[in-house]
């Protein structure tokens, strides 16, 4: 009788699984769309990744994965090897073998500042031309607000719209930590019509069961959602670099600030490193695409419009900061930039703050040598001419000053005595506060960080 029940558990608990499993492709295989793939492929879909950079699929179907992001490789390594996930250059053909399609390609930036919806329209045009029977279209990309609700009637010219449900389902993930993030959402978001979001929760079922809070609206609403939390971070990190340059004037410590108001649960401790300036492929492009959505609404919105002032204002205080530490001389001086990358733990360099940093260097006919540990390649494309280095000493050999950008954890464990060996002169600007001001005090370099942080 026992040995019954137990079959009988086991008969629903495989079936309930075989049910859960769902056909969905996921269509461009970026920093959102490939973590996506993985993730979904782990909670026990059929995931087919498409994207038309056939390059970029044919390393994928190499197992070389395009772009740096920690536990990454693993997942898609195990995923491929449970057959439960494929990459293709063929978009039609995944369209057809799928019943739920993501879209998340990029939507950049435009000359104007808004986002570019070409790439999400293209694609979209070719659901249009494949559809094969009903699907739901799932967008993770950041879009406009209204453009979802827009996509049923864009793809009525085409097809009859009864055969698309669209559900939107922002991301929140970091670059850096992404897979982690995906796979440990603090919240998930799903707008659209109640039938396909009962879809949608299947889809993520194995979060939901983890009790992850889900929520459920309207289009508008989650399109509102994303594009606010990411305004609502960049904010924060705004008012925390005015008040890093505020402490800086009035020699107060702008880590124990920070700490201080972070205490309060109201406040939170998180996003409150003063640093360079924002970047990265989001925040910048979605507080400028909310800003031109406002404008057209007749909205203003001074808050936000004020935090991206403050962050453009922050790499040129940076910079100011370097050219106060050389008494106002960087003609033709060599300077060792550390780190590329808008932040730590990725390759991206897209609005990374180097790059208006080695811009004002370059003004002053600065030798620059440039460090990063994975993110050297990407900014070549952006900066051909400067010289990179291989390793953080090689950079600082002959320095007139070093300057740090990006948080990487082993310039914070650097040898400091021995770039004191090295560098011309001990000069050095720490933007992220990762290098201890007890040692370089001991070690007599001049020096300065973002808000007059003690770190030990
Ligand atoms: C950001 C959001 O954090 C994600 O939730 C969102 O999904 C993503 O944008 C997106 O819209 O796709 P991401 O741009 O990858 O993620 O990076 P963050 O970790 O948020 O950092 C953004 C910038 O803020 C970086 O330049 C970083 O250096 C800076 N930052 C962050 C600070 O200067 N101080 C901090 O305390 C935290």
């Known amino acids: 009788m026992k040995v019954g029940v137990l079959f009988f558990i086991l008969i629903i608990v495989f079936s309930y699984n075989i049910n859960c499993s769902q056909k969905i492709s996921v269509i461009g295989t970026g920093y959102v769309g490939l973590v996506t793939g993985a993730c979904l492929s782990s909670f026990g879909h059929k995931v087919i990744c498409a994207d038309i950079d056939t390059s970029k699929i044919q390393k994928l179907n190499n197992n070389i994965i395009p772009i740096y992001e920690p536990g990454l490789t693993e997942l898609i390594a195990k995923e491929r090897q449970e057959n439960r996930l494929l990459f293709t250059s063929d978009i039609p053909n995944a369209i057809k073998e799928s019943d739920i399609i993501f879209i998340a390609v990029g939507t950049p930036m435009s000359a104007d500042g808004s986002a570019d919806l070409t790439a999400l329209y293209a694609v979209l045009e070719t659901i249009g031309h494949n559809i094969n029977s009903p699907k739901i279209i799932c967008i993770k990309s950041t879009v406009p607000i209204g453009t979802c609700k827009s996509i049923k009637p864009f793809l009525s010219k085409i097809i009859n719209q009864k055969l698309i449900k669209v559900v939107f389902n922002p991301e929140f993930l970091r670059e850096g930590s992404a897979v982690q993030d995906s796979l440990h959402p603090d919240r998930i978001i799903f707008g659209g019509s109640k039938k396909a979001i009962n879809v949608l929760q299947d889809t993520f079922i194995s979060l939901i069961n983890k009790n992850v809070p889900v929520i459920t609206t309207d289009l508008t609403t989650a ?12 904010i924060k990190l705004s008012y925390i670099n005015e008040m890093a340059q505020f402490c800086d004037k009035i020699k107060a410590d702008c880590g124990v600030v920070a700490q201080g108001i972070g205490l309060d649960k109201r406040i939170g ?167 201890s001001t007890e040692i370089l005090d001991n070690l007599e370099f001049n020096y300065t960080n973002v808000g007059n942080c003690k770190v030990k």
């Not at 399109?223 to 960049?234: T, V």
């Not at 040898?415 to 004191?420: A, E, G, Q, T």
Request: include cysteine.
């Open 223 to 234: 399109e509102m959602i994303k594009y606010a939390a990411n305004a609502f971070l960049a």
């Open 269 to 435: 401790n998180l996003f409150l490193k003063p640093g360079p300036g924002y970047g990265g492929s989001c925040f910048p492009k979605d507080s400028q695409a909310l800003l031109n959505s406002a404008k057209k609404n007749d909205m203003p919105l001074h808050i936000l419009k004020a935090s991206v002032k403050v962050n453009n204002k922050q790499i040129k205080y940076i910079f100011n900061q370097l050219l106060n530490l050389m008494d106002n001389n960087l003609h033709g001086k060599t300077v060792a930039v550390l780190g590329l990358a808008f932040k730590a733990n990725t390759d991206d360099v897209r609005y990374s703050p180097a790059i208006p940093f080695i811009k004002n260097l370059q003004k002053h006919n600065c030798i620059i040598k440039a460090y990063d540990p994975i993110a050297s390649e990407n900014m070549k494309h952006e900066f051909p001419d400067i010289i990179y280095s291989t390793n953080i000493y090689d950079a600082c050999k002959n320095a007139d000053a070093v300057v740090i950008l990006t948080e990487w954890p082993e310039f914070a464990n650097v040898d400091l005595s021995l770039i004191k060996d090295l560098v011309k002169t001990p000069i050095l600007l720490d933007t992220r506060n990762i290098i």
